[in-house]
């Protein structure tokens, strides 16, 4: 069995900065890319940023300059820092990871509960 957890999700001013953790734990092999989405209600979710094994990144248009994610592949966590947060940065944020739970699987997509962002004055 595998877990995805986040952490870090808060009430922050804007122009404030948040970091968000997402540790997968439990039965796993290999983990590839990790990434963070967010959703607001009414909306589709959104490609936030995603960082590969070998540490390559991408960004949605909306994030970049203001957010960089991390990863620590020796304990299988994804970062984001978030700076110069925006009151339009409010939303549910997800973190997914794609992995395999042994030699050969093929990599699924593990999704966490989502921790709240909220940034207000």
């Known amino acids: 069995q595998v877990h995805v957890v986040e952490s870090g999700g808060d009430l922050v001013q804007p122009g404030g900065s948040l970091r968000l953790s997402c540790a997968a734990s439990?039965?796993?092999?290999?983990?590839?890319?990790m990434a963070w989405y967010r959703q607001t209600p009414g909306k589709q979710r959104e490609s936030v940023a995603d960082?590969?094994?070998?540490?390559?990144?991408n960004y949605g248009d909306s994030v970049k300059g203001r957010f960089t994610v991390s990863r620590d592949n020796a304990k299988n966590t994804v970062y984001l820092q978030m700076n110069s947060l925006k009151p339009e940065d409010t939303a549910v944020y997800y973190c997914?990871?794609?992995?395999?739970?042994?030699?050969?699987?093929?990599?699924?997509?593990?999704w966490g509960q989502g921790t709240q962002v909220t940034v207000s004055s």
């Open positions: 997914n990871a794609r992995l395999s739970t042994y030699s050969g699987d093929f990599p699924q997509d593990y």
């Open positions: 439990g039965s796993i092999f290999r983990v590839y890319t």
């Open positions: 960082i590969t094994s070998g540490g390559s990144t």
